[in-house]
């Protein structure tokens, strides 16, 4: 039994004494002197409240947003806790503190072993199950209501368009599901052979990975998702085999000009260099009728069979029969439903013939299968063979539901949203792809619905996404990008993506030029996964277990992939700009919104990954990845991180400085590939533009500043009468409850209190703003369950001068929001025209690989055209010239 405290204890705080004697002169005295101060301050209350009422300008008069902002701004800068919190509610830094604490490895390992060990292939009864756990999470960490059916909604319903464009007005947290529809397929039968002269079977490949109890889980669904291209084409052909090396497009041209012809053959490339659907797209346009893609040990980075490495599951090389799954969509053309680009995939939607899949079959086999075919062309080096080769891949091609789900944690400033996002669905189970990153989201949320329940609450709404079908070609948020682009063009400041935050040792960002210093900044303050002297950013020198077995010529080898994009990044920094590949594509690439993406690849010395494959576990995962879950405990804070900073932030970390630098660092490039043109164009005139956005982008860096430093000045300067001003309240409600008067309760927004219990709403004619009459009309009521609007608050008169300096800084945040908007071309890049930025696109055959300038560059370097690269400059100089225009307006 513990010591007793005070408050148990039944001895009296202070010793008791005899009730003293009152003198009733005394009091009468006593009462007269309250009487004459009361007098005395109730006269300077009249007077300071006539002086504050007349000092206003009427033709400068605040509307209910102005207020509701600056209500917001005084918050972050001075905020106070409910009356049940004994400190008031973290905010700046001390929520990033706190958030820092909650992330947890016992719990990362929790979510990893709940979503791993299952297949949960796109559109299957198991992914709606993971689709459902995160909206629990969601429930459950923010502790919302009971609801009698699980909101699950029809994209393109009233309640699923509810669900989204309410979100600007959206008072306390909630969570639904949204359902898609698109074009998916799944696995039937499928043979690959060798035929003798006679046509008849001389070898017939084992398709399917071979697996064991030695890994639990994938021993027990080794079976469960056949090995095969997402979004292949069903066919059966035959032909001689032509070996390609990684099926780019330089390949394909090497081979040409040594004479091959690919006409009715099948195509063997390896896995790497560029998106497996362009290594089919080209072999198609040169006449071959079906390719085979396998994973070659040469990529691995020297942890090999050969180099003395027993394989997985026994050791950390590939296993050989391991198989590399994967769609095959033209994913530099576009993304989402192949049947409805530019559109979402309603049930009911009319659908186009696609094309942006291929016309030919094709096959992931396992590198115990290559072996046997690479035999049949060694003489040659690449063919054709002398045999024929026999390929049949049998889909069921049809319309799948998939299911995003989406949660909402409400900021003082509605308008201004930052999204996060992370794909759910795997191949088989996805213990690293997407599954780390699925449990680095749930610590996430579990860190905000800590702070929310300590009082905080973000500056600016902060949306948090699982979407669905990523794997088939980043179908769920591409078919939500295209469905609420007016809505996410309007009000998403940022995109913050994470794919996979797991699969080795070495920390790795990419994204926006204008997020480069916000995202390195923060991998600076992030603790080294297990090492408090170091930063996250310092992974990228770490080495994996098996470094010290690996030569540098091995490993140099599997980087010059990842340098090449690397090259891009600004030096000081090391942020590499985006491709594709993963769901930031739509947010940046087509609607124009600043994105990052981050998370933990392959060092040297790290297992082999075994991307796509059954054998991407959770065993894998806990042996070799990450041991103890601690990268994925750093991921989770890194994100947590970079959203705090940029839903928490004043004036947006936005630095649109650094864009225009690093846009004369791609022009650089772009002059390089130039010299290659018979007729050099002249890009003097964009070079100009250029120099111009980088002078207006620094003008505008110092009105960032005053901005944000007036606004927080006001506060300060008020912040010194807080206490007078407490005083100057309790003493008025006071001398209205002596005289009988009624008492209002005021909240002072210059002295920066903020009544938690009561949220802002946007007033009736504030709303038109977000959904049109026509919409809501047509919406109609809200879904069962749905939280209910609270009627507008009393609004109080506020200083002019606070309003002024909440516009100033309102004015400088759209212009940082919108920065990246243009970049945007309405007609897009040529012969790919889903893709707007001309900033910035996956390389046309690249996929993975980020091509800068990329409508310019692909002038020179693919159409070889002076007159179309003098086009696109042009069309660049505009865009950058508009963009300079923006900053100094």
């Not at 053959?265 to 659907?277: C, E, P, Q």
């Not at 009988?740 to 002295?751: E, I, M, R």
Request: aromatic share 8%; hydrophobic share 35%.
């Amino acid at each position: 039994m513990g010591t007793p405290s005070l408050i148990d204890s039944k001895e009296p705080l202070l010793p008791a004494t005899a009730p003293a004697t009152v003198d009733p002169i005394r009091k009468r005295q006593a009462r007269q002197r309250k009487l004459i101060v009361f007098a005395l301050l109730a006269t300077i209350l009249l007077w300071f409240h006539h002086s504050r009422s007349c000092s206003h300008n009427h033709g400068d008069k605040p509307t209910s947003e102005d207020i509701d902002i600056a209500r917001a701004f005084a918050y972050r800068a001075h905020a106070h806790g409910k009356p049940d919190h004994k400190k008031p509610p973290p905010r700046g830094w001390r929520a990033i503190h706190e958030f820092l604490k909650v992330p947890n490895n016992d719990s990362a390992l929790a979510t990893s072993r709940l979503v791993a060990t299952k297949p949960h292939i796109a559109g299957s009864p198991q992914d709606l199950i993971t689709a459902q756990n995160v909206l629990e999470l969601f429930n459950q960490e923010f502790k919302l209501p009971p609801r009698k059916t699980v909101p699950i909604f029809q994209a393109g319903s009233p309640a699923s368009r509810l669900a989204t464009l309410t979100i600007p007005w959206t008072s306390q947290p909630r969570a639904w599901i949204d359902t898609y529809y698109p074009v998916l397929n799944t696995p039937l039968d499928r043979h690959l052979e060798i035929l003798d002269d006679d046509g008849k079977v001389s070898w017939s490949a084992e398709l399917e990975e071979v697996a064991d109890d030695t890994d639990p889980e994938a021993g027990k669904y080794v079976y469960a998702v056949p090995t095969f291209h997402g979004l292949s084409k069903g066919g059966d052909v035959k032909g001689k085999l032509i070996y390609a090396n990684y099926g780019l497009k330089a390949d394909y041209d090497a081979l040409e000009e040594k004479g091959v012809n690919f006409t009715g053959a099948i195509v063997l490339t390896r896995y790497g260099g560029n998106f497996r659907g362009l290594k089919i797209k080209r072999a198609q346009e040169l006449g071959a009728v079906g390719v085979l893609i396998y994973s070659d040990p040469r990529d691995d980075g020297g942890i090999t069979v050969d180099n003395g490495f027993d394989y997985y599951p026994n050791g950390p090389a590939r296993n050989p029969t391991a198989v590399q799954r994967g769609s095959v969509q033209f994913i530099s053309t576009y993304p989402g439903d192949p049947t409805t680009p530019g559109r979402p995939s309603y049930a009911n939607v009319t659908r186009d013939d696609p094309i942006s899949i291929p016309t030919i079959p094709s096959l992931p086999i396992s590198w115990a299968n290559a072996q046997k075919l690479l035999e049949l062309v060694k003489d040659t080096e690449f063919g054709p063979s002398k045999e024929t080769i026999r390929l049949h891949n049998n889909v069921d091609d049809k319309v799948t539901p998939i299911w995003n789900t989406m949660g909402v944690i409400p900021g003082h400033i509605k308008d201004e949203v930052v999204l996060v996002g992370n794909h759910r669905d795997a191949w088989v189970m996805g213990a690293t792809d997407p599954s780390s990153g699925t449990a680095s989201l749930h610590e996430v949320v579990r860190g905000f619905a800590a702070l929310w329940h300590k009082g905080w609450r973000p500056l600016r709404t902060i949306v948090i996404a699982s979407w669905d079908a990523e794997e088939y070609g980043l179908i769920g948020s591409t078919e939500y990008g295209e469905d609420f682009h007016p809505f996410l063009a309007k009000h998403v400041v940022a995109y913050l993506n994470l794919d996979s935050s797991v699969s080795g040792a070495n920390f790795h960002a990419a994204g926006s030029p204008s997020l480069a210093h916000l995202v390195r900044s923060v991998a600076d303050h992030i603790p080294h996964p297990t090492d408090d002297e170091r930063s996250l950013w310092d992974t990228k020198k770490d080495v994996g277990p098996f470094a010290a077995n690996v030569s540098d010529e091995f490993w140099a080898a599997k980087q010059s992939e990842e340098d090449a994009q690397a090259k891009l990044a600004p030096a000081s920094l090391g942020v590499s700009p985006l491709g594709s590949g993963s769901d930031y594509t739509v947010f940046l690439q087509h609607i124009g919104i600043a994105s990052s993406d981050g998370g933990f690849g392959g060092a040297k010395g790290d297992a082999v990954y075994h991307y796509h494959s059954v054998y991407d576990s959770e065993r894998w995962q806990e042996v070799y990845a990450d041991p103890g879950f601690h990268r994925h405990v750093a991921a989770a804070q890194f994100l947590g991180a970079v959203t705090l900073r940029l839903s928490d932030s004043i004036v947006l970390p936005i630095n649109t400085t650094q864009y225009a630098l690093q846009l004369e660092e791609y022009l650089n490039v772009v002059e390089g590939l130039a010299q290659n043109l018979d007729d050099k164009p002249d890009l003097s005139t964009l070079r100009d533009a250029i120099a111009q956005l980088v002078t207006e982008s620094i003008k505008f860096d110092t009105e960032k500043k005053a901005a944000e430093e007036g606004l927080k000045k006001l506060f300060r300067k008020k912040s010194k009468f807080r206490v007078l001003r407490k005083l100057k309240c309790k003493t008025r409600r006071a001398f209205r409850k002596f005289f009988g008067l009624p008492v209002h309760s005021h909240h002072d927004l210059a002295a920066g209190t903020y009544d938690n219990d009561t949220e802002m709403e946007w007033l009736e004619a504030q709303r038109a703003e977000f959904v049109s009459d026509a919409e809501l009309t047509t919406l109609g009521t809200r879904p069962e369950g749905w939280p209910q609007e609270e009627p507008p608050r009393r609004r109080h008169p506020n200083p002019i001068k606070f309003i002024r300096a909440v516009r100033r800084v309102r004015r400088v945040n759209h212009k940082l929001a919108t920065f990246e908007r243009g970049f945007i071309s309405k007609d897009g890049i040529k012969d790919r025209e889903w893709y707007k930025h001309l900033g910035v696109a996956p390389g046309k055959w690249l996929g993975y690989g980020a091509t800068t300038l990329p409508a310019l560059t692909e002038a020179i370097t693919i159409e070889k055209n002076s007159t179309l690269v003098n086009e696109e400059a042009a069309r660049l100089t505009e865009a950058v010239e508009k963009l300079a225009g923006r900053l100094s307006a």
